[in-house]
C-alpha cells in the first residue's frame, strides 16, 4: 500500500507541475472545446466569416452602441485632449489614425485567438521563404494537419483550409501559389510585438 501512495503523490505532483507549466496553452485549448461526450473532446475555432456592414454606421447608430462606465471616461479624456488640435481637419484626422490603429489591434488579437497552429505555421513558412509556396507544399500541410488534429479538420478541404487566411486578408492565392499580403506580414508582427508568437493546437 505504501507504494501504491508513492506512486499516487507521484502522479499527482506531476500532474500539478503539468498544469502550472502549460496553464495558458491548457486555458486556450479549453476554450475550443465544441462538446464533450462518450467519443471523446471535440474542438474548434471560431473561424466563421463574418459578415461586414458595407452601407457603414450612421451618426446616430454609432452612439447607440451600448458603452461601459470605463469606455465613458475614456472617451472624455479624448474630448478633452482633442483641444490640444489647432483645426477640426487636425483632430478628424488624428482621431481616424487612431480609430485604424485600434481596429487593426482589435482584428489581429481576434485572429491571434482563432487561428490554427497549422495555419500559423504555414504563414510564417511563406515569411521565411524567398518567393510564394506552390499550392501543392500548402495541400502537404492541410493533409498533415488533417492527421494530426481530424476533429478539427476531418471535414474540410485545402480550400476550407485556406479560407480564413484568406478571408482575413493574410494571405493571396492564385490557384498555384500562396503568398502574404502586406496585411499577413504585419500580422506575423504584431504577434511578435505581442509576445504571441506561442504554439496553437490545432
Known amino acids: 500500500m505504501e507504494w501504491q501512495s508513492v506512486t499516487a503523490f507521484c502522479?499527482?505532483?506531476?500532474?500539478?507541475?503539468?498544469?502550472?507549466t502549460f496553464k495558458d496553452n491548457v486555458g486556450r485549448l479549453i476554450d475550443r472545446i465544441k462538446s464533450v461526450s462518450q467519443a471523446g473532446i471535440s474542438f474548434t475555432?471560431?473561424?466563421?466569416?463574418?459578415?461586414?456592414?458595407?452601407?457603414?454606421?450612421?451618426?446616430?447608430?454609432?452612439?447607440a452602441q451600448p458603452i461601459t462606465a470605463t469606455e465613458l471616461s475614456r472617451e472624455n479624456l479624448i474630448k478633452s485632449r482633442l483641444d490640444d488640435f489647432k483645426t477640426d481637419e487636425e483632430r478628424i484626422t488624428a482621431l481616424t489614425r487612431s480609430l485604424a490603429v485600434t481596429r487593426i489591434a482589435h482584428e489581429f488579437s481576434?485572429?491571434?485567438n482563432n487561428i490554427f497552429g497549422t495555419q500559423?505555421?504555414?504563414?510564417?513558412?511563406?515569411?521565411?521563404?524567398?518567393?510564394?509556396?506552390?499550392?501543392?507544399?500548402a495541400n502537404a500541410q492541410f493533409e498533415d494537419a488533417k492527421t494530426k488534429f481530424p476533429e478539427l479538420h476531418e471535414n474540410r478541404n485545402t480550400e476550407g483550409?485556406?479560407?480564413?487566411?484568406?478571408?482575413?486578408?493574410?494571405i493571396i492565392t492564385d490557384g498555384e501559389r500562396v503568398d502574404l499580403t502586406q496585411h499577413g506580414k504585419d500580422f506575423l508582427?504584431?504577434?511578435?510585438?505581442?509576445?504571441?508568437?506561442?504554439f496553437r493546437y490545432g
Open 11 to 20: 502522479v499527482l505532483a506531476f500532474f500539478i507541475v503539468f498544469i502550472l
Open 120 to 137: 500559423l505555421n504555414l504563414l510564417n513558412h511563406i515569411s521565411s521563404a524567398p518567393d510564394a509556396v506552390s499550392m501543392r507544399y
Open 45 to 63: 475555432g471560431s473561424q466563421e466569416p463574418r459578415e461586414e456592414n458595407s452601407t457603414g454606421w450612421s451618426f446616430s447608430e454609432v452612439m
Open 161 to 170: 483550409w485556406l479560407a480564413y487566411l484568406r478571408h482575413n486578408e493574410l
Open 189 to 198: 508582427k504584431y504577434l511578435i510585438d505581442t509576445r504571441k508568437n506561442y
Open 110 to 112: 481576434e485572429i491571434a
